[in-house]
C-alpha cells in the first residue's frame, strides 16, 4: 500500500512539473492580462531591394549641329566605359540618312528635327516616341552695314535672305511675322536659299543686308564678314507671341520597342542624357573641345562661341510635350505635310 501511495505521489510531482514547463516555454517576463488578449505582433520583414536594371545596349544617331551637341559628354564617358549602360553614338550629315536606319530597326534612337519626329510617328504607325527636347531655337535674324532690326515689326518692306524653303525655318519665320501684323508674301521680301553659304554670299553682295541663319552658322559667319551682327532671336520673339509654346529645334526621338524591352535601362539612359547636357551648358570651353573632337562643329574656337547662342536644352514629360505640341501645331496650321500629315496624338510623348 505504501508503494503505491508512494507511486502515486511521483506521477503527480512530474505532472506539474510538466506543467509548469509548458507555462514558462513563452517570454520569462510576466504578462498582464490585456498582453495576453492582444497577441505582439511578428515583427515587419525587411523590405525587398529593389532588382538591379539590367544594363542594355544602345545605338544612337546624331546630326552635327547643335542637336547632338548636349550629347557630347555622354559620348565621351561611354567611350571611357563609365555607364553601366552601353551607349554608341553614330554622326550623320544629314537627316535622311538617319530615317531609313531607324524605320528597319538599325538604331534604337535619334536625336533629330522636331517636326521629323512627328513625321516619322505617322509614317512608322506609333512604332516611335518623343523622350526629350533637346534644343530650341537656333535660328537668327542678322544684319550688315546701316541696317536696323530691333523687333520683327522692323522686317516690313525689308529683303530677307533665309535658307528652309517649306522646313523649319520658314514655317517659324512666317508665324512669327504673322504674329506681329505682317503678311510674309506681301509685306516684306523673303529670298530662299539652298545653302547658308549662298546666304552669307548673298549679303556681302547686297551691303546693307538682313537674314535669318542658323547657329553655328551665324558665329562662322561673324568670323568671316565684318560687322555682321546678330538683330534678333527667333526663339525670343517666338516666347513673345507664343509662350504657352516653344520655338523647338531637336528631340530625342526612340523606338517603343526598344523603350518597353528594357523601361529601367532606358530611363537610366536618359538620366545619363539629362547630366551630360547639365555639364555641357555648364562648362562651355570644355564641351566645345569635345564638340570639336566629334566634328559636329570643325573648331573648338567656333563652338565655344556658338555653344551658349544654340539653346540646348532639357525638357521631359508634361512640360515637353506642352511646348512641343503648341510647336507642331503652328507648323500642321501653315502645312500639315510638315508634320507627318497630322498632329501626333499622345502616344507621341514618353512620360507625359
Do not use: H
Not at 249 to 273: S, W
Amino acid at each position: 500500500m505504501k508503494k503505491i501511495v508512494a507511486l502515486m505521489l511521483a506521477l503527480v510531482l512530474v505532472l506539474s512539473l510538466a506543467a509548469c514547463g509548458q507555462a514558462g516555454s513563452g517570454s520569462s517576463a510576466p504578462q498582464s492580462s490585456s498582453a495576453a488578449a492582444t497577441p505582439t505582433p511578428a515583427p515587419a520583414s525587411e523590405p525587398a531591394s529593389e532588382p538591379a536594371a539590367e544594363p542594355a545596349s544602345y545605338t544612337i544617331a546624331g546630326l552635327k549641329g547643335p542637336t547632338t551637341m548636349g550629347m557630347v559628354k555622354l559620348m565621351d564617358d561611354a567611350e571611357q566605359g563609365l555607364y553601366t549602360n552601353s551607349y554608341t553614338v553614330n554622326m550623320y550629315g544629314a537627316a535622311d540618312e538617319i530615317v531609313p536606319l531607324l524605320s528597319k530597326g538599325e538604331l534604337d534612337m535619334a536625336a533629330i528635327p522636331a517636326n521629323l519626329a512627328a513625321t516619322l510617328y505617322q509614317k512608322l504607325e506609333g512604332k516611335v516616341q518623343v523622350a526629350a527636347i533637346n534644343t530650341l531655337g537656333v535660328l537668327y535674324v542678322v544684319t550688315t552695314g546701316n541696317v536696323e532690326v530691333n523687333s520683327a515689326a522692323d522686317l516690313a518692306g525689308k529683303t530677307v535672305y533665309s535658307t528652309g524653303k517649306g522646313t523649319t525655318p520658314e514655317y517659324a519665320l512666317n508665324y512669327i511675322l504673322t504674329q506681329n501684323g505682317l503678311d510674309p508674301a506681301t509685306d516684306l521680301t523673303i529670298e530662299y536659299k539652298s545653302e547658308s553659304t549662298e546666304v552669307l554670299s548673298a549679303m556681302q553682295t547686297a551691303g546693307d543686308a538682313v537674314a535669318v541663319l542658323p547657329q553655328p552658322y551665324v558665329t562662322t559667319a561673324q568670323m568671316q564678314v565684318e560687322g555682321l551682327k546678330v538683330a534678333l532671336n527667333l526663339t525670343e520673339e517666338w516666347d513673345k507671341v507664343s509662350p504657352d509654346s516653344a520655338l523647338v529645334t531637336g528631340v530625342l526621338l526612340a523606338r517603343t520597342d526598344v523603350i518597353e524591352a528594357n523601361p529601367a535601362a532606358f530611363d537610366q539612359f536618359l538620366a545619363d542624357y539629362q547630366a551630360s547636357i547639365k555639364w555641357v551648358t555648364a562648362n562651355t570651353a570644355d564641351a566645345a573641345q569635345l564638340v570639336a573632337k566629334y566634328e559636329i562643329v570643325p573648331k573648338a574656337e567656333v563652338a565655344e562661341k556658338a555653344l551658349p547662342a544654340c539653346n540646348i536644352t532639357w525638357l521631359a514629360g508634361s512640360e515637353m510635350k506642352a511646348k512641343l505640341s503648341g510647336y507642331l501645331q503652328t507648323l500642321y496650321d501653315q502645312d500639315p505635310a510638315s508634320v507627318g500629315g497630322a498632329m501626333p496624338d499622345d502616344g507621341f510623348y514618353y512620360g507625359a
